[in-house]
């Protein structure tokens, strides 16, 4: 749900340019290259529509990207890179047409430094095989957004991926120590480190860590990794409303118990998995906290942390399997509302955790005045709420682009963030305004004009377009 022109401007070079590209492509990467059929790589996970490239390639190692990027150069044909497609931003999307650039073939594990707590691999590699691969090793690459097992490693880095253990560890970009990159022209620069520490010049694999495939192709990253953790319990607090399990939120983090992750199911989310609990939790439940603690003395903390929190039912998992249930129930609450509403919307803002509260009976009052469903779910110990806006009819999308407007403006005013994980990409970019002063969007554009002079790679995502920027500061931004 966004302002997007009825058509998007592309990429448009005459037929006799298009096919000198595409020779050069084919004779770089010695082997042909995908010209038609671009279903697959014309979307993405936001819904954001559609959108077929010129060109597609798919390169296999840093050399071929740096080849490809020297003839879009030469060219000024746009590149977007992309890897799984899992997006909900739609920075994956070739708006502008001209090269698909797929990550996928890069796929290598080259090394576990187990004694030194890093892994290099190539950003191909789906998460989940590499969390399961570390975990062999006894040790953990903690960043678990529920894509794992379909999103890339390059996905995550770029879009600065996170989930339910960023409250305790951080989020993709605290274990991002180094890696390979190809700026625009071609030309290929070695970044950061393979130790814990490290503070010569600037970090700039920092920046490019959530920067969306606009400055840089990523293609090897050094990853940090944490000992695997021990002594793992995971708990189902239940309440009678959703203001009593925000509010348990605070009064746990308060109390100095640190918890690996606190998940927030709001009533209209957790009814949406009602089925997948009976038996589990009392009916009369209206929300609930999924809880989970790791170390020798995690039953004793969780435990605590129940009695802190004044739970009305706690149900610690006496098991592996009654801890997968659990879990399950979390990852099904998307699924089980796309089953119930013809459409859904999903964001995530993210606000202060004592403005949780507020922030869900601020969503509710943005659906009551929309004549919308609602339902709000995430990773509260960090104030990241997934906020969902549901409906059936087809004439309803002006509600919802006002809700998410409003949602949007909501959570700014409460000192937050219009995005914790998704990122800005195409859906968000009109909104940036809202949070960051011009000065500061201005200064960021001059980052990206250095690391690409032409503009070509991932055009059209982050920034707002000039037409909006002022538009959207004046709908109410913070810096209006």
Request: charged share 20%.
């Amino acid at each position: 749900m966004f302002d997007l022109p009825a058509e998007w401007p592309r990429w448009a070079p005459p037929p006799a340019t298009l096919d000198a590209l595409c020779l050069a492509l084919a004779a770089a990467l010695k082997r042909p290259i995908q010209s038609q059929d671009f279903a697959d790589l014309s979307r993405d996970e936001s819904g954001a529509g559609s959108f077929a490239p010129h060109v597609a390639v798919f390169p296999e190692s840093t050399a071929e990207v740096a080849a490809v990027m020297r003839i879009a150069s030469q060219y000024s044909a746009p590149v977007t890179p992309r890897g799984a497609g899992s997006g909900k931003s739609g920075g994956a999307l070739p708006v502008h047409g001209g090269i698909l650039m797929a990550m996928t073939e890069m796929r290598r594990l080259v090394q576990i430094a187990r004694a030194d707590h890093y892994a290099i691999v190539e950003p191909g590699v789906l998460l989940g095989d590499f969390q399961r691969a570390v975990l062999a090793e006894e040790r953990c690459f903690p960043p678990d957004p529920a894509s794992a097992d379909f999103c890339t490693v390059g996905g995550a880095v770029a879009e600065n991926a996170a989930g339910p253990r960023a409250f305790k560890y951080g989020t993709t970009k605290d274990y991002v120590l180094g890696m390979t990159a190809v700026l625009a022209s071609g030309e290929v620069l070695e970044l950061g480190r393979r130790t814990q520490k490290g503070v010569a010049g600037y970090d700039l694999a920092a920046l490019l860590c959530g920067s969306e495939g606009t400055l840089a192709v990523i293609t090897e990253l050094t990853l940090g990794l944490v000992p695997r953790p021990l002594g793992v319990e995971t708990a189902l607090f239940c309440f009678k409303d959703v203001r009593a399990a925000a509010s348990a939120v605070v009064r746990i983090v308060d109390a100095a118990i640190h918890p690996a992750t606190l998940e927030l199911l709001d009533p209209a989310a957790l009814d949406s998995v009602r089925a997948d609990v009976a038996g589990m939790i009392d009916p009369a439940a209206r929300a609930c906290l999924i809880v989970e603690l790791e170390g020798d003395a995690s039953l004793a903390a969780i435990e605590r942390a129940a009695a802190v929190a004044r739970a009305d039912a706690c149900i610690i998992a006496a098991d592996d399997a009654q801890r997968r249930r659990i879990w399950d129930v979390r990852k099904r609450v998307s699924i089980a509302l796309k089953q119930a509403y013809a459409h859904k919307v999903s964001e995530d803002i993210v606000v202060p955790p004592s403005a949780v509260p507020q922030m869900i009976d601020a969503v509710q009052a943005i659906a009551a005045t929309e004549g919308l469903a609602a339902a709000t779910y995430g990773h509260a110990g960090d104030g990241n709420l997934h906020t969902n806006y549901l409906w059936n009819s087809e004439t309803d999308h002006a509600r919802v682009d006002r809700a998410l407007a409003a949602t949007y403006r909501a959570a700014v005013a409460f000192h937050g963030t219009i995005t914790g994980e998704h990122g800005v990409g195409l859906v968000k970019r009109e909104y940036l305004g809202l949070e960051q002063a011009p000065p500061l969007i201005a200064l960021q554009r001059r980052v990206k004009a250095t690391f690409d002079p032409q503009g070509i790679l991932n055009p059209g995502k982050m920034f707002p377009s000039e037409r909006n920027a002022v538009i959207a500061a004046q709908a109410g931004g913070q810096h209006a």
